[in-house]
């Protein structure tokens, strides 16, 4: 043998055992890569990858990690970037491609691209995003601003590598060959044979094949079958249950396994024995998966060299009573299902048509209401009632059904504006049934007496417009004299009134000009007093501006010793003055670290001016609620934050002669200095209350978002801004808004998302995920929103005092044990009652109950 033809051996010897060392940013190496070493970098873009495949789908693949068939050709397992239609943005995906002998993606007009599994389908990444296996083995996927989507959260524990496996699994690895990390236990909607569901995880459909969102159906496993079910708010309806009886002595988790045949079910059993209950599926000639559709059905996809990906099972319909009408979504909202067929309901009286079709030419998409409902006009409510009409929840015997007479279940319908419809199964007395009461109306299901026996009906809410009489024409006539005629006098009474309100109006302005130094002086620990001018030449004719405090814009200052400082213009007539009272006296006279400084006042004719302080660093709201990493905080600085929060929240109500509520406590009024010391601002709204008073009886007041529900009953304590300050932990824990309308609609109200995450155990979701740092003190982020629901608890006696707040902190008390995560949020329609008196956009603005002194 030749010396040439050995070293080549050797050389390919070394190529062979050693593939991880040539892992790099470019990918350019053998077809076949299926592990990634740590410190490796991949964007998302054309020169940098080199496997980009288009597909005649319009879909695209830029693979990263690729797992060759065993065979050599056919179905393979990657991992990368993918998209579909025109790219604007990507999922960080599992999917299965077709390869050649090679190794090389093939097959781009018929083997399209099957996605198993995304990291990131309610938030896709755009051209040149990364993926970054870091150097402290956290795999973190960012967008192209540098803004985190996505990560594993696995920093710290031991992983040496990332892996595609041959099942399918994407796995980061340890030095022992052990997953430390892996898609499998993070499923989306497929599983892949071999591939198990465990109690606790479940099956998400998408909103859409075109819309990777995550949409309302789902699939699990419990102790008692499988099951598959529509969220709502609330209640969940359950359309699909494979229930298992009878009892198991072994003790395991209960879960379903995709296997060559079959989906097994496995419930409170640890294997190796039978299932409990299987699904049978076609036996696999090729590659197979199953994927959870939009639709809610579970079908099963298999690998044909011929035809391509053909779907060779529906798992879920053979079970199900009324087949396609079973499935909830099969003619969207409000549609009727009959064989298959969609229509919109029809009234049977005087033609009524309260729905219309979405689109006429796709009548699965649904039906809107032609006047929506209204929880103004509820005297206008009504019902449409449709006879033979179920709902899929009566075939599966849905737990949330209540047994009550026809007319007590229209009846509570009518009560509850968030009802959409009243849909009744009849007893064998038909006094009596099992009435449901869904807040989100799903497809109905037309029932065929032939096939049925279930006498049902549905009553559906519908909004009567309210249409006045036509008036005749003499009728018409005498309205227009009595209008002209009225309108006349109104005019001159006007007048009159006009000129009597300015007279008045000059009176009280000579008047209040007159007295305004014996009310100043009133105020007791009066800070320095400023001239207007003095004022004016510090702020440079207050041509700084700030930001908009409570009552009046804040403008930066220098005075003449050299002292920034911010000044607060209080704007508005009226009760400006009783504002202005408010606050100097409240704030001028208590002294804390973590409560803005009181320096001195301007009172000159109507100027009303507050000199503060200045506050280097602005609003927590400009640093919590920003995605720029830059300006980002991490977790020490968050933590200190509430905490100072906490002491200066706890000194006005316990270590003041008397107790000061704040009634307006957001991030917005959170100032922080250059050092990120927080301390509490704009006492505007505060209320003083004698320390033998428990409770006292006020109007609305704050900021919708952060009112405690005692609001409602208008008796409140100092525990009102105990729930204001959980409101704004959740913020700062989270990072977004407790009202961010740029969500999803069931995700738009933090603190109503962060009770549904903790009822299905995955509070650490909620996390501020664009904030690395955040992410690495998960577990301490955990224990702070645990402080805040203890501060969230509906009723205000269970709430802690802020002073036990700053002792949990301070790590000398725990915290209760057993907190209901139930909270009661005040409504939307709650706070519209006082629309008058609440600012929706930030600002509070003036209410004629803010005390200027003690009661």
């Known amino acids: 043998m030749s010396l040439s033809w050995m070293l080549f051996c050797v050389l390919c010897h070394h190529l062979l055992v050693l593939p991880t060392s040539f892992y790099s940013i470019t990918n350019a190496q053998s077809f076949d890569y299926p592990i990634a070493n740590l410190s490796t970098l991949w964007t998302n873009n054309l020169p940098s990858l080199s496997h980009?495949?288009?597909?005649?789908?319009?879909?695209?693949?830029?693979?990263?990690?690729?797992?060759?068939?065993?065979?050599?050709?056919?179905?393979?397992?990657?991992?990368?970037?993918?998209?579909?239609?025109?790219?604007?943005?990507?999922?960080?995906?599992?999917?299965?491609?077709?390869?050649?002998?090679?190794?090389?993606?093939?097959?781009?007009?018929?083997?399209?691209?099957?996605?198993?599994?995304?990291?990131?389908?309610?938030?896709?990444?755009?051209?040149?995003?990364?993926?970054?296996?870091?150097?402290?083995?956290?795999?973190?996927?960012?967008?192209?601003?540098?803004?985190?989507?996505?990560?594993?959260?696995?920093?710290?524990?031991?992983?040496?590598?990332?892996?595609?496996t041959e099942t399918g699994n994407l796995v980061l690895f340890d030095g022992n060959n052990k997953a430390v990390w892996q898609s499998f236990e993070h499923p989306t909607d497929c599983l892949v044979p071999g591939q198990t569901l465990v109690e606790g995880q479940r099956l998400t459909a998408s909103i859409s094949s075109s819309n990777w969102t995550t949409g309302v159906l789902s699939l699990f496993v419990t102790s008692n079958g499988l099951f598959a079910l529509a969220e709502s708010d609330p209640p969940q309806q359950i359309y699909y249950r494979k229930k298992i009886t009878g009892t198991k002595l072994d003790a395991g988790p209960s879960y379903v396994r995709f296997l060559n045949g079959s989906l097994s079910l496995y419930i409170l059993s640890a294997e190796p024995r039978q299932p409990d209950d299987t699904i049978p599926v076609k036996p696999a000639t090729s590659m197979q998966y199953i994927k959870f559709g939009s639709d809610g059905h579970l079908r099963v996809y298999e690998w044909n060299s011929t035809s391509g990906w053909t779907e060779v099972g529906d798992l879920l319909t053979k079970d199900l009573s009324d087949g396609e009408c079973s499935y909830p979504t099969v003619c969207g909202n409000y549609g009727i299902c009959s064989t298959g067929q969609c229509s919109c309901p029809i009234g049977t009286g005087n033609n009524d048509s309260y729905f219309r079709q979405l689109s006429d030419r796709q009548l699965n998409l649904g039906c809107s209401e032609s006047t929506p409902l209204s929880c103004e006009a509820s005297e206008n409510h009504s019902f449409q009632e449709l006879k033979d009409v179920t709902y899929f929840i009566f075939f599966v015997g849905d737990a949330n059904t209540t047994e009550m007479s026809l007319e007590n279940c229209r009846q509570a319908c009518l009560n509850n504006c968030s009802c959409k419809a009243a849909l009744f199964l009849y007893h064998t007395n038909a006094s009596a049934g099992s009435c449901f009461l869904p807040t989100k109306l799903f497809s109905l299901i037309d029932n065929d007496k032939n096939k049925y026996k279930y006498n049902t009906s549905a009553f559906i809410k519908v909004q009567i417009p309210d249409v006045s009489p036509t008036p005749s024409l003499l009728e018409k006539k005498t309205s227009q004299t009595v209008i002209i005629l009225g309108s006349s006098l109104a005019a001159l009474f006007s007048v009159f009134i006009v000129v009597c309100i300015l007279i008045i109006l000059y009176r009280k302005k000579n008047d209040e000009e007159e007295y305004e130094e014996d009310d100043l002086h009133q105020v007791p620990g009066m800070p320095r007093r400023f001239s207007y001018q003095d004022l004016k030449d510090a702020t440079e004719n207050f041509c700084k501006k700030l930001g908009e405090g409570g009552f009046g814009s804040v403008f930066e200052g220098t005075l003449g010793n050299g002292t920034k400082v911010a000044v607060k213009c209080l704007d508005g007539l009226g009760q400006v003055k009783k504002s202005f009272l408010a606050e100097v006296e409240t704030i001028g006279s208590i002294h804390h670290v973590n409560l803005v400084r009181l320096i001195g006042f301007c009172s000159e004719k109507s100027h009303r001016l507050l000199v503060y302080e200045f506050m280097s660093n602005g609003s927590l709201d400009k640093w919590i609620f920003c995605r720029n990493q830059e300006q980002s905080l991490d977790w020490k600085t968050r933590r200190k934050i509430i905490f100072d929060i906490a002491k200066g929240l706890a000194y006005l109500h316990e270590d003041?002669?008397?107790?000061?509520?704040?009634?307006?406590?957001?991030?917005?009024?959170?100032?922080?200095?250059?050092?990120?010391?927080?301390?509490?601002?704009?006492?505007?709204?505060?209320?003083?209350?004698?320390?033998?008073?428990?409770?006292?009886?006020?109007?609305?007041?704050?900021?919708?978002?952060?009112?405690?529900?005692?609001?409602?009953?208008?008796?409140?304590?100092?525990?009102?801004?105990?729930?204001?300050?959980?409101?704004?932990?959740?913020?700062?824990?989270?990072?977004?808004?407790?009202?961010?309308?740029?969500?999803?609609?069931d995700s738009m109200h933090l603190i109503s998302l962060i009770q549904r995450k903790a009822e299905e155990g995955q509070l650490f979701e909620m996390i501020d995920r664009y904030?690395?740092?955040?992410?690495?003190?998960?577990?301490?982020?955990?224990?702070?929103?645990?402080?805040?629901?203890?501060?969230?608890?509906?009723?205000?006696?269970?709430r802690p005092s802020m002073s036990v707040v700053v002792k949990v902190l301070e790590g000398v008390m725990n915290i209760e044990p057993d907190l209901d995560y139930n909270f009661s949020i005040p409504t939307l329609a709650a706070a519209t009652v006082a629309h008058k008196e609440v600012d929706f956009g930030g600002s509070t603005p003036l209410l004629p109950s803010v005390l200027s002194g003690p009661r």
């Open 656 to 745: 003041c002669r008397q107790r000061i509520l704040h009634l307006d406590i957001k991030p917005q009024n959170i100032l922080l200095d250059d050092n990120f010391n927080a301390k509490v601002s704009d006492f505007g709204l505060s209320k003083l209350i004698d320390r033998d008073q428990s409770e006292v009886v006020t109007t609305m007041r704050g900021t919708p978002g952060y009112l405690a529900p005692e609001w409602l009953s208008s008796m409140i304590t100092e525990k009102v801004d105990v729930y204001s300050f959980g409101v704004v932990v959740m913020e700062i824990v989270c990072g977004r808004k407790n009202l961010d309308r740029s969500q999803s609609e």
């Open 771 to 798: 904030n690395e740092d955040m992410q690495l003190h998960g577990e301490e982020a955990m224990e702070m929103m645990r402080i805040a629901a203890w501060c969230l608890q509906s009723d205000f006696t269970k």
């Open 52 to 164: 980009n495949v288009n597909f005649t789908d319009r879909s695209r693949v830029r693979s990263l990690l690729l797992r060759s068939n065993p065979a050599g050709f056919g179905p393979s397992f990657a991992c990368g970037f993918y998209c579909n239609g025109t790219c604007d943005s990507f999922l960080f995906a599992i999917f299965i491609v077709q390869t050649n002998s090679g190794g090389g993606i093939t097959r781009p007009s018929s083997g399209f691209p099957q996605v198993i599994w995304s990291a990131n389908r309610d938030n896709p990444v755009k051209e040149n995003a990364t993926l970054q296996l870091s150097g402290d083995g956290d795999l973190i996927l960012k967008d192209v601003d540098g803004t985190l989507v996505w990560s594993t959260n696995t920093t710290g524990n031991s992983v040496v590598g990332l892996n595609m």
